[in-house]
């Protein structure tokens, strides 16, 4: 059973800058695609980055160029440094890992941690 927890949401100015974590156990993060989501209320989870075990990044439009995504393999954790946010930015972010090979929704996902961004 893989087990995802996510850390670092919190409260941000606009324009401010917030790194999230997520640590999983066991640690399968350098062998399969992993990825942040993030949802708000009445809306669709949608997926904001993905990464790849050969380093393949994939962002979403409204992130490209202000958020990264990327993997620490010693601590086993996921990160998702997020920069210059903006309001829209505001909503509970989670962190997905999929079986390999990757088909559909991440198979496992963690509890998620909620992201506001002040105006």
């Not at 620490?72 to 210059?84: A, E, H, I, S, V």
């Not at 309001?87 to 390999?100: F, Q, V």
Request: aromatic share 10%; net charge positive; hydrophobic share 30%.
């Amino acid at each position: 059973q893989v087990q995802l927890v996510e850390s670092g949401g919190g409260l941000v100015q606009a324009g401010g800058s917030l790194m999230l974590s997520c640590l999983a156990s066991p640690n399968i993060f350098r062998n399969n695609l992993k990825g942040w989501y993030r949802q708000t209320p009445g809306k669709e989870r949608e997926l904001v980055a993905h990464l790849s075990s050969g380093g393949q990044t994939f962002y979403a439009e409204s992130v490209t160029g202000r958020f990264a995504i990327s993997r620490d393999n010693t601590k086993g954790t996921l990160l998702l440094q997020m920069n210059n946010v903006k309001p829209e930015d505001t909503a509970m972010y989670y962190c997905g890992i999929w079986e390999m090979p990757p088909s559909g929704s991440p198979s496992y996902w963690g509890r998620g941690t909620q992201v506001t961004v002040s105006s």
